[in-house]
């Protein structure tokens, strides 16, 4: 199975910051790479879709690069409703795997 | 809008079958990928397996042949049972449409989740 990892594993970023997160594979998926946001007691949230495509109505603060074996997820200026925790998912290959997570806390 | 909603026992006994429902409304079952994932206490995801439209399967091969998937297009509802489970199947289950049209992959939606523990 491709193998993802995260960094950070957490952050501690003030209202306004610049974030970003990256997620890396054990091995090529391509573009096929997504990012969900979630939130305590929710269900993940789809934020980028096929490494950079924003799912609609997500805020274009929000942005994903990348492709091969290394992604970012960005977000240019953090929000209060940010903190959260990201994952990556690569949908390339079955199993379909996840990243462990980053979890993004207020300063 | 499309809605999943999962249900099914919250409790279940150590070697007993999981199973859980997933009942999908406001649209249609056709062209998706119907996947159940799951999120173990420590935060950890797991995809499980899907089930397309057409009845074709795929799981996680690490769950061992574990799981059966099954979908009821007239009733709207997709089902997933996990035999002989143990505590390491404690976890909250989802159910997620996945898309997968290039360029379009992704699960663009999620039921709320549930809670399944297993302990005698």
């Known amino acids: 199975a491709i193998q993802l990892t995260q960094s950070p594993s957490s952050l501690s970023a003030s209202v306004g910051d610049r974030v970003t997160i990256t997620c890396r594979s054990s091995?090529?998926?391509?573009?096929?790479l997504g990012w969900y946001q979630q939130k305590p007691g929710k269900a993940p949230k789809l934020l980028i879709y096929?490494?950079?495509f924003l799912q609609s109505g997500v805020p274009s603060r929000f942005s994903g690069s990348g492709s091969g074996t290394y992604f970012t997820l960005t977000i240019s200026s953090l929000q209060p409703e940010d903190f959260a925790t990201y994952y990556c998912?690569?949908?390339?290959?079955?199993?379909?795997?996840f990243g462990p997570g980053t979890k993004v806390e207020i300063k | 809008q499309v809605q999943l909603q999962e249900s099914g026992p919250g409790l279940v006994k150590p070697s007993e079958t999981l199973s859980l429902s997933c009942t999908i409304s406001?649209?249609?079952?056709?062209?998706?990928?119907w996947t159940w994932i799951r999120q173990f206490p420590g935060k950890g995801l797991e995809w499980i397996g899907y089930?397309?439209?057409?009845?074709?399967?795929k799981h996680n091969p690490s769950l061992n042949d574990r799981v059966t998937i099954s979908l009821d297009t007239s009733n709207n509802h997709f089902s997933l049972k996990l035999s002989s489970v143990t505590a390491a199947d404690t976890a909250v289950y989802y159910c997620?449409?996945?898309?997968?049209?290039?360029?379009?992959?992704?699960?663009?939606?999620w039921g709320q989740g549930t809670m399944v523990t297993v302990s005698s």
């Open positions: 096929t490494t950079s």
């Open positions: 089930i397309y439209y057409t009845g074709n399967t």
């Open positions: 406001g649209g249609s079952i056709s062209t998706y990928y």
């Open positions: 998912l690569q949908d390339y290959d079955y199993p379909l795997t």
């Open positions: 091995q090529g998926v391509k573009n096929d």
């Open positions: 997620a449409r996945r898309v997968a049209v290039r360029p379009v992959y992704s699960f663009d939606i």
